[in-house]
């Protein structure tokens, strides 16, 4: 396969729900940790707290006590809603990074298309929904190179390669994107996977190859459970949790290889250098003390994990 690396848009960015198919907006959580007893926001609490990296933040969050996060909930199992609460990888590493710097994190699910704009418009501090770190986001370019927003930096935090997800016993047989010539897929809009189909369908040429994109996965994927669509596309370890989960395992598989592994990252934004250094700093941490590896254990996805923290590694 030679796809385009991991899930997200070149604009903005992508994921799934949970047992194939749960669209979620304007979900909440608080996760993380601090001394739940302290006051944030007053002077005594920002002196009295004692995580190992709550003077690297910014003054502003210090006081406010939180790290608001913008994420798309509907990407299992990196984050997806299950009890009305957002659960998943992203929210599990976040709720360890908390620890280390002493605040909560605060996730709010929209959707994905819109997770880069929030942080210029200052509504979110960063983003954690398995957005791709790529050049492109970096200087804040769309796909022809023309410049959209002041970018963004990415803390780089987890490794994902991208595999098709087909209807189980795969009729067609799609083992590759070559296979997908002169068919139909299905894909969540504004995403990398769109970006793939897209450049897939070039490749095709005459052989056309028809993209149908959805406002989130759950969409796509049902249209592939249907049979109007031979696959979706997404990142490994989505597609493998799909294809385990929906229909009691009897829905998808995933054809072919995973391929093209590339980095997820913590979007925050340029203007906030302190963040993001202490973010880095924080990943290092729960790198070093195990806890980032406990839960890249608990969903399965340990071969994802990275060695160590990087800014802006993606390419």
Not at 40 to 47: E, L, M, V, Y
Not at 161 to 181: A, E, F
């Amino acid at each position: 396969m030679t796809a385009s690396t991991t899930r997200r848009t070149t604009a903005a960015r992508s994921r799934i729900a949970a047992v194939g198919a749960i669209a979620v907006a304007g979900a909440l959580i608080l996760t993380g940790c601090g001394d739940q007893t302290e006051k944030k926001g007053s002077g005594d609490a920002t002196k009295s707290n004692s995580a190992p990296l709550f003077s690297a933040l910014p003054k502003k969050i210090q006081d406010a006590g939180v790290i608001k996060v913008g994420t798309d909930a509907a990407y299992a199992p990196m984050e997806f809603t299950e009890g009305g609460k957002i659960v998943g990888v992203d929210p599990d590493i976040a709720e360890a990074l908390g620890k280390q710097l002493g605040v909560k994190f605060e996730f709010t699910s929209g959707s994905f298309d819109g997770l880069i704009t929030s942080i210029y418009s200052g509504r979110q501090d960063v983003i954690m929904s398995s957005v791709t770190d790529n050049e492109k986001r970096q200087k804040g370019l769309d796909d022809e190179g023309k410049q959209i927003g002041k970018g963004i930096d990415f803390v780089d935090y987890f490794s994902s390669g991208v595999s098709l997800l087909v209807k189980k016993g795969n009729p067609q047989n799609i083992k590759s994107l070559d296979d997908l010539c002169g068919k139909t897929v299905a894909v969540q809009r504004g995403t990398i996977y769109e970006d793939t189909f897209k450049a897939q369908a070039t490749k095709c040429g005459d052989k056309k190859l028809t993209i149908e994109a959805f406002d989130t996965d759950a969409e796509a994927q049902t249209r592939v459970k249907a049979g109007g669509a031979v696959a979706d596309l997404n990142d490994f370890p989505v597609a493998a949790y799909i294809a385990k989960t929906s229909g009691g395992g009897n829905d998808f598989e995933v054809g072919g290889a995973q391929a093209d592994v590339g980095l997820f990252g913590i979007g925050v934004s340029k203007e906030n250098t302190q963040l993001r250094d202490a973010l880095k700093q924080a990943l290092d941490a729960i790198i070093k003390d195990g806890s980032y590896a406990k839960v890249l254990e608990k969903w399965n996805v340990k071969d994802s994990a990275v060695q160590s923290a990087t800014v802006n590694a993606g390419k």
